[in-house]
């Protein structure tokens, strides 16, 4: 056999060799139809403080889903919020009967939450989750584990952050374990809340500098975390001016807070993606149980 063949047979058998290996150590896959695959939605929504993200809560509340909070935010949740527009509504009944959750403010907490350590307490009275929140992701992704990092003992195993450039790397990791993550048999529509970040980015042929929103996130995740959601909707707040109710003439204007979803347009300047819910406008104002209809069918 000439050298160039012996290469080549030791090549082949080197490949088979891989190809054995990946088999074997390959886990356990669970084949489904395409309808099980996308049971269960997931939302991101990026805003700054008071512009809503939690409030959106009142979309699948209303529909009659049961709605479990782990907060990460700082300061714990901020179910108040829901409180006390379901008080405004005459639904505060639906707190009590349809909301529960937890704050977490420690790495090894939020994991053994992911891992279903508490999943016991969470389906004790046969109490169901239809939708799954973590409300305040970028306080984690930015305050929480930077902290773990220079804890150890606050790390779990299935934590490995490493510093790199003073920047947490893998910081995703417990997202996608979120969105995989049943909760007893059940998978939960899953939604998960970021603070927003603006810097502005010059155009490197026209020089012309633009102002950028993402979700505030460490490194370079920022830039691939909305690849993971069904929908990614920039959260935003304004002032407006209206007609004044309280003037018979009409004449009178008044100055108003209004708050929008923006939900597709210009992705690369907002942080927005819609996967084909043609219905939902790009730029709308902000109504939770329309989006929340539209993305479930009203069914699910």
Same mark, same amino acid.
């Given at each position: 056999m000439t050298a160039s063949k012996e290469g080549a047979a030791a090549s082949a058998a080197g490949k088979s060799?891989?190809?054995?290996?990946?088999?074997?150590?390959?886990?356990?896959?669970?084949?489904? !139809?395409?309808? +099980?695959?996308?049971?269960? %939605?997931?939302?991101?929504?990026?805003g700054e403080a008071g512009t809503g993200k939690t409030h959106f809560l009142l979309g699948p509340i209303l529909a009659g889903?049961?709605?479990?909070v782990m907060s990460t935010d700082l300061g714990g949740n901020g179910l108040a919020t829901i409180e006390g527009a379901l008080r405004e509504l005459g639904e505060e009944e639906r707190f009590e009967k349809q909301v529960r959750g937890a704050d977490f403010s420690k790495v090894s907490a939020v994991m053994g939450y992911l891992a279903g350590k508490y999943d016991?307490?969470?389906?004790?009275?046969?109490?169901?989750?239809?939708?799954?929140?973590?409300?305040?992701?970028?306080?984690?992704?930015?305050?929480t584990v930077d902290r773990a990092v220079y804890n150890p003992d606050d790390v779990s195993k299935d934590? %490995?952050?490493?510093?790199?450039?003073?920047?947490?790397?893998?910081?995703?990791?417990?997202?996608?374990?979120?969105?995989?993550?049943?909760i007893g048999d059940y998978l939960p529509h899953?939604?998960?809340?970021?603070?927003?970040?603006? %810097?502005? +980015?010059?155009?490197?042929?026209?020089?012309v500098e633009t102002e950028k929103v993402e979700a505030y996130i460490q490194g370079g995740a920022k830039d691939v975390v909305k690849l993971g959601f069904d929908l990614?909707?920039?959260?935003?707040?304004? +002032?407006?001016?209206?007609k004044d109710p309280a003037d018979? !003439?009409?004449?009178?204007?008044? %100055?108003v807070t209004k708050f929008y979803y923006r939900t597709?347009?210009? !992705?690369?300047?907002?942080?927005?993606?819609?996967?084909?819910?043609?219905?939902?406008p790009e730029l709308m104002e902000a109504d939770p149980a329309k989006v929340w209809d539209i993305l479930t069918g009203g069914a699910k």
């Open positions: 060799k891989v190809i054995e290996q990946a088999r074997k150590n390959a886990p356990p896959v669970v084949i489904k !139809s395409g309808h +099980e695959l996308i049971s269960s %939605r997931k939302i991101g929504l990026v889903k049961n709605v479990f016991d307490q969470i389906l004790a009275d046969g109490w169901i989750p239809h939708v799954e929140c973590w409300d305040g992701f970028s306080t984690f992704n930015v305050v934590a %490995r952050f490493v510093h790199w450039g003073n920047v947490a790397r893998n910081t995703l990791h417990p997202a996608e374990m979120f969105f995989a993550r049943k899953k939604i998960i809340t970021f603070a927003e970040k603006t %810097r502005e +980015e010059k155009d490197k042929k026209t020089g990614m909707m920039h959260l935003f707040s304004k +002032e407006v001016a209206e018979p !003439s009409g004449n009178k204007k008044r %100055r597709g347009g210009a !992705s690369l300047k907002y942080p927005v993606k819609n996967r084909s819910f043609k219905e939902l």
